[in-house]
């Protein structure tokens, strides 16, 4: 069996793991089933239903505008899951070549890189995507950008740790042998033995990017209007909070199911991946 | 110890100008021109020249940076392009709210999650301890302008027990305190959340220690060798992550004092985005790469304090 699969059935063996996967797949499945589920479209602009409670007609009420709040949600999801993803996803290279590149070559290359990464990390990852944002222009592709500087940090030290053991390894001494590239060993012989802890990380830091691309939706910064997001939904919500709480309430709500879902998810994986956690 | 904090004050050094480098590069790496980004696509070529030339962006690019970093090391952070204020002053005007509401959320986190994460870790696989971690998880995945918002609703629009909007009067202490009940829980949530889960960890890791077996053996009282010898011991990534979660607490303050109308540093920084006051964006940006460094060296400092051992190193 190979560890990912191992880990998956150590994880869902425990019920937090197992909810967890429930709230997040209900989720995508919401994201991407919402052409044929949304009962209305997410822009479409009602005056004569505005800032309508929860109702058989609006199931989750409506906005300023009478659009219908469950249908901008399950749109929403697309969004708050494209970007988190894609983020995720250039973090995990980036990171993964730098810290596999950086321990591969050791000595003061690698000094001064990790010293790079760990002043990327110590900035506040909320303020750094904000400048970047701020100075890129809001859409999706940029917070994408902005979104993965944030995480490359941390999984440059995940893939750097394993790689300073694995390069004295005898297999890839063999490789030195039959002359191959450094690429090569890099990437054919270093890589899959660090690719299931990235992952790992991954499912965890998936959560932090939910959360910071809402965080940066609610500032303004988000995929621009009348795209639904989470955040800028809650935004919208907050400025109505005295008329329609409900309008805050349920973005908010969302964001939090689908958080604590991949934090539920990652936790598991990261618990049933760890030697040290194993026997406990 | 005088020793250790003069190192300590040494190693900061080239910390600081990382940091102010990481600055530097990412503010130029970005792609755009700034001058565009501030007057818009529709400017002359004209007006966008001599706005490069007043930002100093028409320099060759190793002597912006030379420029950059005495400017940040004297502390010269420049003037806001929208008001012409010194940088520093409308930093200062706001900073004792920005402080208030961290130093606060500190407290909320180390007094909540402290003894949570002891009392968790005694229980082991017991109730207490399987709420204690479910608890954490959902405190951890709040964005804190959801739980804002949330308490919000309930604390001072429902029950109106606190105020809705946050802006005190710094000479007013009692109003001052009670105006930062609700922000400082909003953002202290999510730290105790992280710190009970260290704590937890780090006490399970210090009460199998030998020492513990042997002060409970020398009729040391379990209270005692629980709060003196494993607190002790296990204080060090309890501190780490206290050190290491300001900069989230930096971050999740901008959001705290949207949600709560406070001034402070993340009201000015959203108005400088808004405005694209480009040169107050980059002159607050060293403003947090100096309160990082502050920190990381008070977090090193206090390993020095509680670790003996650490002052050698």
């Known amino acids: 069996m190979t560890p990912i699969r191992r880990a998956i059935r150590r994880a869902t063996s425990n019920p937090t793991t197992t909810a967890g996967a429930i709230i997040t797949l209900a989720i995508v499945a919401a994201a991407l089933l919402a052409p044929l589920l949304a009962p209305y479209d997410p822009t479409e602009q009602d005056i004569m239903a505005r800032l309508q409670g929860p109702s058989a007609e609006f199931l989750l009420g409506t906005d300023q505008f009478g659009r219908d709040i469950l249908s901008r949600l399950m749109w929403g999801a697309r969004i708050s899951l494209t970007v988190s993803l894609g983020a995720i996803a250039v973090a995990i290279v980036i990171g993964g070549v730098i810290g596999m590149v950086s321990g591969y070559i050791g000595g003061t290359f690698d000094l001064i890189v990790m010293q790079a990464m760990d002043v990327l990390l110590s900035f506040p990852s909320l303020i750094l995507g904000l400048i970047v944002v701020a100075l890129l222009g809001p859409d999706l592709v940029n917070l994408v950008i902005a979104i993965s500087l944030t995480a490359i940090a941390p999984f440059a030290r995940i893939a750097r740790a394993p790689t300073l053991v694995l390069k004295e390894r005898a297999f890839v001494e063999a490789g030195h042998a039959l002359g191959y590239s450094h690429s090569r060993i890099i990437f054919r012989h270093i890589l899959p033995n660090i690719l299931s802890e990235l992952l790992v990380m991954g499912s965890l830091w998936m959560a932090t990017a939910v959360r910071t691309e809402a965080s940066l939706s609610f500032i303004g910064l988000g995929v621009k209007p009348p795209t639904p997001t989470w955040g800028g939904m809650t935004r919208d919500g907050f400025e109505n909070i005295l008329d329609a709480p409900w309008l805050a309430i349920f973005p908010g709500v969302a964001i939090l199911l689908l958080v604590l879902g991949l934090n539920m998810v990652g936790d598991g994986l990261r618990d049933a991946t760890d030697p040290k956690l194993r026997n406990e | ?313």
């Open chain 2, 1 to 313: 110890m005088i020793g250790f904090v003069a190192r300590r004050l040494l190693t900061s050094i080239p910390t600081l100008l990382a940091v102010l480098t990481l600055v530097f590069v990412i503010v130029r790496i970005v792609p755009g021109d700034p001058a565009l980004v501030i007057l818009g696509d529709q400017a002359t070529p004209e007006a966008a020249a001599a706005l490069r030339a007043r930002l100093g962006l028409d320099a060759p690019i190793w002597l912006q940076y030379g420029r950059f970093i005495a400017a940040a090391l004297t502390g010269n952070f420049g003037a806001s392009m929208v008001t012409s204020r010194p940088i520093i002053d409308e930093v200062a005007a706001v900073l004792p709210h920005t402080v208030d509401l961290t130093l606060a959320a500190m407290v909320v986190g180390v007094v909540v999650g402290v003894p949570v994460g002891i009392w968790a870790a005694l229980h082991r696989n017991g109730a207490i301890d399987v709420a204690a971690r479910l608890l954490s998880l959902i405190g951890l995945s709040f964005p804190v302008f959801v739980s804002g918002i949330f308490l919000l609703l309930a604390f001072a629009l429902h029950w109106r027990v606190f105020p809705v909007i946050g802006a005190a009067e710094l000479n007013d202490i009692p109003d001052r305190l009670y105006k930062l009940v609700l922000p400082a829980i909003t953002l202290g949530l999510v730290m105790a959340a992280y710190i009970t889960r260290v704590t937890r960890s780090a006490m399970l890791a210090s009460l199998s220690e030998d020492y513990i077996r042997t002060a409970r053996a020398k009729g040391v009282p379990w209270r005692r060798v629980v709060w003196v010898h494993g607190l002790r011991n296990a204080s060090l990534p309890i501190v780490t992550v206290v050190g290491l979660y300001v900069g989230i607490l930096i971050g999740n303050s901008v959001l705290t004092e949207i949600v709560f109308n406070r001034p402070g540093l993340g009201k000015v920084i959203v108005g400088a985005l808004n405005q694209r006051d480009y040169t107050m964006l980059q002159g607050l940006m060293v403003i947090y790469c100096f309160i990082i460094v502050v920190v990381n060296l008070i977090t090193d400092l206090l390993y020095g304090v509680l670790d003996p051992r650490v002052q050698q190193a």
